[in-house]
C-alpha cells in the first residue's frame, strides 16, 4: 500500500469511529435515498462540491464545520423518513430547503424544529438526541461488542445500546415509547 492509499485508509477509519462509517458510503447513500447529485448534496448541506468530493473519497476525514454535521444528521432522518414513508418526496424537497438554511448548533437549542406545540421536544427528537451522543462516543460495532459483554449482567442496558447505539430511529422510538410510565 502507498502513502497515498495508507492515508486514505486511515482517513475512511477515522469517518467510521466518528460517524458511523465512511463518509463515501454515508452520503451515497443520502444522495440514492434523497434522489440528490453530489452537487445538490453538497449545497444542501453548506459545502463546496469539492470539499465534498474530498470527505467522499477519503481525501479528508473530517467535517470541519458543526453545523454541516448537523445538517447531515437531518438529512439522514429525513432520509428515513422517506424510506418510511411518513414524509413524500415533495416534502422532502421542501425540508432539504430547511435544512440548507439551517445554521446547526445543538438541536436541542432549537425549539422550532425540536418542540412540539406545548413546547415539549417531540419523543423521536429525544431518540435522535439519544442516537447521536451515543453515536458520536463510539461506533455502531462496539456499541455492539459492549452490549454484548453486559448482555450477561445487565440485559437491559445491553439492549438500550443496541437499539440507540446501533438501531433505526422507529426502533429506538418505538422502544422508547414501551418504557414510559
Not at 447513500?29 to 477519503?58: C, E
Not at 416534502?91 to 432549537?110: C, F, H, N, P, Y
Not at 445491553?158 to 418505538?174: K, N, Q
Amino acid at each position: 500500500m502507498d502513502a497515498a492509499q495508507d492515508t486514505t485508509a486511515r482517513a475512511r477509519e477515522l469517518q467510521r469511529s466518528w460517524y458511523g462509517e465512511p463518509l463515501g458510503a454515508l452520503f451515497r447513500r443520502l444522495i440514492d435515498d434523497l434522489g440528490l447529485n453530489q452537487a445538490r448534496l453538497a449545497a444542501v448541506l453548506g459545502l463546496s462540491a469539492p470539499m465534498l468530493s474530498q470527505l467522499m473519497s477519503g481525501q479528508r476525514a473530517k467535517i470541519g464545520n458543526p453545523a454541516v454535521v448537523q445538517r447531515v444528521q437531518a438529512l439522514q432522518e429525513l432520509a428515513g423518513q422517506v424510506a418510511d414513508g411518513s414524509v413524500s418526496a415533495v416534502e422532502a424537497t421542501d425540508r432539504m430547503e430547511e435544512i440548507k438554511k439551517s445554521q446547526g448548533g445543538s438541536v436541542l437549542t432549537a425549539p422550532s424544529q425540536s418542540a412540539n406545540s406545548s413546547g415539549a421536544p417531540t419523543v423521536r427528537r429525544v431518540v435522535r438526541e439519544i442516537q447521536s451522543l451515543l453515536r458520536s462516543v463510539s461506533a455502531a460495532g462496539d456499541i455492539i461488542d459492549a452490549a454484548d459483554s453486559l448482555a450477561p449482567t445487565h440485559p437491559e442496558l445491553a439492549e438500550f445500546l443496541r437499539v440507540y447505539g446501533a438501531g433505526r430511529t422507529a426502533e429506538a422510538v418505538a422502544h422508547y415509547e414501551a418504557h414510559q410510565s
